[in-house]
């Protein structure tokens, strides 16, 4: 079996990087077997659908607007992805729905599709996570360790995880660039 | 009448396109970009090495070229020249996003306006056959092939995942191909998924990670060289890489370019139609061992192929009069604010103020025209300047298609400029690889240039420019260092330049202008409009309202196509 770990959003978009910060952060806590690909989509759009190609599962980490307060977590599986990312509860128009579609015109819709999201508080101009999205960062991370796990994937935490580091240099892959110079 | 259109591309962001339409066609047009993007306020005060690593994450589709504008703007401010493997990577990745980017325009965002899904259910496979034949030697052509191909769409038709297509204007007027080349054009369609992810290995091997690449460097590039390891690019990763460039061109030459110029030949009314505002600029890119760069810049004006001038960036101009901004004289990049003052309605709205300030983009001018940036400009700027390979690849389509020169400056010479430059592009990866095979061979592994990274080393105020060919067209940022940290930053990108509005002469931006006299047949259905916007690959989706003469809302409608 392959998974994608897929993170979503802008990190140019305060709340909206929080997808693209939990797929780094469960590379950092987590140990994951190599079937597992992590990835930050960014806000790629179409490209996207090339990545995902040849996943067997999909778990989308991403901002979610549900109606909850900031913070609220939200759990959505297979057609309930499609009739929400169409409806745009993503705030950052990815273009997700086209991604999937895209994939479904080429026979390539993974057999299973999961998203666990935040709810924003905050989608604009600027980088950083509001303190309500900050604080379910964690949650958000442990649940999806907790996902790939009930797919029978074997995910243990890191025993000595590398230090965080300050947002969002590692999602940005800042810490990396500068260690290479 | 007012009709929305909503997206009109299938990728990220935000455009919205207002269309005055009178006698069946559009009368005015304008060109509003309704989010703010504040990037250049999130870099002010931050490490002009790290510039890069947010600039790349401005666009979710320009990546590279954002990063690679970012890096020469700094290394222009502090006098830096990157070493020959350093000139290597950055083209190679380079050209190969252009390749993916363009193809993927092509077949997946601008296709669906053309083809016809529906008419491919009735093709004759048989009679597709004969046309890929007639077209190229492209070996994935039987009859067999295009009746799985037609089975296979008339399964997602019959099941209802037309997906991406659910909402297209199938069966509009305006569709002219014969089944047998819907069905043909369909089927790339499919392959060019294939393709694509074959391709974003040289993106993927040479920038580290995808798809956001982690080995730009102030200096230079982090890709590792040497022979000797496993880890690093070695002789043995250039010849995958080769045989990637291989099949890229093979897809390139036998499949996108003839599907276009087939494509073109169907359609020939569109050879006049988006003529756009005629002056033309680009400012090169794709450098070579002395420097030159591949893709030479330049001005061309008032819809002429020759005359072509040097761009002096020093006259390029933002003028914020028909924008959300604070009002300002317009003001050279290097200079310029970014202070959003937003006066226009409570959003969601129908309707703008288009008489007044419309649109959070800024409009660029140079010398106070306005300027079309893209793959036309570019190829029309390299066969001005003489460049061989691209007045061959330029005339002898016009040849092909029976086109005057003129005709390029419309929506289907923005077409084919675009498949053009592809194929000219992809004909230099193998050149790249060997010179970079060749390099290392000889034993020089340097890629990067380290002597000015320490702030240190640094003056204490210094101003740079760096600029890129992005596949949409010119881009470029200026910065501003002081003390160790950027104090200005600012960022043109080509859709401001093509989708910019108005200015203080008034003065339609290019795709505005452009979309003057388009023809729109059924007004609830103004697959027109989108043809004439797609053709310039505007990074942002986009909503296109119809207005009738006297500005009324008639019809709404939401469409995916």
Redesign the interface.
């Known amino acids: 079996m392959s998974a994608v770990v897929l993170g979503l959003g802008?990190?140019?978009m305060l709340d909206d990087g929080v997808g693209a910060a939990a797929v780094v952060e469960l590379g950092r806590r987590y140990r994951l077997p190599e079937e597992v690909t992590l990835l930050?989509?960014?806000?790629?759009?179409?490209?996207?659908?090339?990545?995902l190609?040849d996943a067997d599962s999909v778990l989308v980490l991403d901002a979610v607007r549900a109606g909850g307060a900031p913070g609220t977590p939200a759990r959505l599986e297979g057609a309930a992805v499609h009739a929400r990312y169409a409806a745009r509860i993503s705030p950052?128009?990815?273009?997700f729905?086209?991604v999937?579609?895209?994939?479904?015109?080429?026979?390539?819709t993974p057999r299973r599709l999961v998203v666990h999201g935040v709810e924003p508080e905050r989608v604009?101009?600027?980088?950083g996570l509001s303190a309500p999205v900050a604080a379910a960062l964690d949650r958000l991370v442990d649940a999806a360790a907790a996902e790939l796990r009930a797919w029978g994937l074997q995910v243990r935490p890191r025993d000595d995880p590398e230090p965080a580091g300050p947002y969002p240099d590692g999602v940005?892959?800042?810490t990396?660039?500068?260690s290479?110079? | 009448m007012r009709i929305t259109v909503d997206p009109v591309t299938r990728i990220e962001g935000h455009l919205r396109i207002e269309a005055q339409v009178k006698e069946g066609r559009v009368s005015d047009a304008w060109s509003v970009s309704p989010m703010f993007r504040g990037i250049e306020n999130i870099l002010v005060g931050r490490d002009p090495r790290d510039a890069w690593l947010f600039a790349q994450r401005i666009c979710g589709v320009c990546t590279t070229v954002n990063a690679l504008a970012s890096v020469r703007a700094v290394e222009n401010a502090l006098g830096i020249v990157v070493p020959d493997n350093a000139r290597l990577l950055r083209n190679l990745m380079e050209a190969t996003q252009y390749a993916h980017d363009h193809v993927v325009h092509f077949y997946h965002l601008h296709g669906p306006d053309w083809f016809d899904l529906t008419s491919a259910l009735k093709a004759d496979p048989a009679g597709t056959a004969a046309l890929q034949a007639r077209l190229s030697p492209w070996p994935q052509n039987s009859v067999e092939y295009f009746t799985s191909v037609r089975d296979r769409l008339k399964a997602l038709v019959d099941g209802g995942q037309l997906g991406p297509f659910a909402n297209a204007y199938w069966g509009h007027p305006a569709y002219a191909l014969a089944p047998e080349s819907n069905l043909l054009l369909m089927a790339h369609y499919l392959q060019a998924l294939d393709w694509q992810r074959d391709a974003v290995r040289i993106h993927a091997v040479l920038g580290g990670k995808n798809p956001h690449p982690q080995t730009y460097l102030v200096g230079g590039m982090s890709t590792p060289l040497d022979p000797t390891s496993e880890q690093a690019v070695n002789l043995t990763t250039l010849a995958d890489l080769r045989a990637v460039a291989g099949r890229m061109r093979a897809f390139v030459d036998q499949v996108y370019v003839p599907d276009l110029l087939h494509l073109a030949e169907a359609y020939p009314a569109w050879a006049s139609i988006g003529r756009g505002s005629r002056n033309l600029m680009a400012y090169g890119d794709f450098p070579g061992a002395d420097g030159k760069p591949l893709m030479p810049g330049g001005i061309l004006r008032d819809g002429r192929l020759t005359g072509v001038e040097a761009v002096d960036q020093s006259r390029i101009t933002e003028d914020v009069t028909r924008s959300w901004y604070a009002p300002a004289a317009p003001t050279h990049p290097s200079s310029g604010v970014t202070s959003p003052r937003y006066t226009g309605p409570t959003p969601p709205y129908d309707r703008l103020d288009t008489d007044g300030r419309y649109s959070w983009s800024k409009a660029p001018r140079y010398r106070d025209a306005v300027m079309e940036v893209g793959p036309l400009a570019r190829m029309a700027v390299a066969h001005a300047r003489g460049v061989p390979r691209a007045r061959q690849l330029l005339d002898h389509a016009l040849t092909t298609l029976h086109w005057p020169a003129p005709a390029l400056f419309s929506t289907l010479g923005r077409m084919v400029t675009r498949a053009l430059e592809t194929q000219w592009l992809v004909e230099q990866l193998p050149g790249w690889l060997d010179e970079l095979g060749a390099n290392i061979s000889a034993g020089n592994l340097t890629i990067a240039d380290d002597s000015r990274w320490l702030p240190e080393s640094w003056p204490a105020r210094a101003t740079g420019v760096g600029t890129t060919e992005a596949p949409r067209g010119a881009l470029g940022h200026w910065i501003e260092i002081a003390d160790g940290k950027i104090s200005r930053y600012q960022i043109v990108i080509p859709s401001t330049w093509n989708g910019s509005p108005r200015d203080a002469r008034g003065h339609r931006g290019a795709w505005e202008e452009a979309l003057v006299g388009t023809p729109v047949r059924d007004p609830a259905r103004p697959v027109e409009i989108l043809r004439v916007v797609h053709a310039f690959d505007p990074c942002m989706a986009c909503a296109v309202h119809v207005i009738d003469a006297h500005g009324g809302l008639v019809t709404e409608l939401t469409v995916v196509p």
């Open positions: 802008n990190v140019l930050d989509g960014g806000v790629l759009g179409l490209h996207l659908v090339g990545l190609a950052h128009e990815v273009g729905t086209e999937l579609a895209t994939a479904a015109v080429h026979a390539r604009g101009p600027g980088v940005l892959g800042l990396a660039a500068r290479g110079a």
